[in-house]
């Protein structure tokens, strides 16, 4: 990891040791039950591909959905030989119905490559019918393409760039069902929170019973019910709720990449008194080719390459640094840049720290 990435983690874990006493919209931190989308999928055919369509020797589920098509436009009783193409391949559509979405209104949709196709630039789908959990057409998506990826292929070389089988198309689907929700029947909603929290949800009803009266109760950890008050209705309601601030609490979390390095610390972390040491050993190899050549008017003699390596070892300190019992996340920094440790050992030290119980908090490694 270079000197700039570790200035940028060190900064960020500075950045998070201020106490956790933001104010948010409650809009940000909650859901309203009913108030979702809905996934779309499709199964169609993009044509007009310059060569890079499925073969369909390999992909029989295009040639059988070609065969499909062709038939319901009056053309059938194909040959194999008629029927070989390159020009087409067959895709999983997929779309996101958003909340309370009318019939006519258009929707974004992405468009996955399913056989062997190379790529989907140029292309165009034909009408494609999406359909919900339940079996129902609810969007109909057509229209070209937009490929963020390319790919180019020579004799000897090829270069792909971004993922070329795999598109979207802006507004590519015109809603054609409505899902049946009359949210203005409703007598109460139930707020739910992201994260759940029973500080959290017990801060949102009393923001919410001071600002506008006693019409929230927290029924749980994640869950706020709203009762529509007397005869303001409940989009009102809602409408005055959602803005209203609320200081959300965090519990104490240690998330950590391994693949990256990235080591994000929460504000309440807690650690009891340790003392920890980080050292170790750097091997280093590095390879010389040095060239021998035969001397001249000399019979038989080839030039080779000599291979010539060299191996150091670096050794480093092992230092001791002990972190106070009870600490805050800006002391537990401080202790680890103490003993200048990076990214990846800072890693190693909080799982130590975990594994001998002095470390209050949950770790998570994703």
Partial sequence: MNIIVK?????????????????????????????????????GLVVGLNGTGDTLRNAPFTRSAIEGMLERLGIGNLTEDQMRTSNTAA????????????????????????????SLRGGTLIVTPLSAADGEIYAVAQGPIAVAGYAAQGLNASIVEGVPTGARIENGAIVEREVAFAFKDLDRVLLALRNPDFVTAKRVETVINEAIGPIATALDSRTIAIEEGGKVSLFDLLADIEPLLVEP??????????????????????????????????????DDFDVSQPESLSIGGTTVVVPNSTVTVEK???????????????????????????????????????????????????
């Avoid at 940028?8 to 009913?34: N, W, Y």
């Avoid at 309370?100 to 062997?116: E, H, K, P, Q």
């Fill in 249 to 286: 609490d965090q519990v104490a979390k240690v998330v950590i990449d391994a693949r990256s390095g990235t080591i994000v610390i929460g504000a309440n972390v807690r650690i009891d008194r340790v003392a920890v040491s980080q050292g170790g050993l750097t091997v280093t190899v590095r």
């Fill in 91 to 118: 895709v999983m559509v997929t779309a996101s119905l958003p909340p309370f979405a009318r019939a006519g209104s258009t929707i974004d949709v992405v468009v996955s490559s399913l056989g062997d196709s190379s």
């Fill in 316 to 366: 480093r300190d092992a230092k001791f640094a002990v972190i106070d019992g009870s600490v805050s996340l800006q002391r537990l920094v401080d202790g680890l840049n103490a003993i200048g440790v990076g990214a990846t050992e800072t890693i190693s030290i909080l799982q130590a720290i975990k594994a001998a119980g002095a470390l209050h908090a949950d770790l998570e490694i994703i």
């Fill in 7 to 43: 200035f940028l983690l060190i900064g960020l874990m500075f950045g998070l040791c201020a106490p956790a006493s933001a104010q948010v919209r409650i809009k940000d931190i909650v859901t309203v039950e009913g108030v979702r989308s809905n996934q779309l999928v499709g199964y």
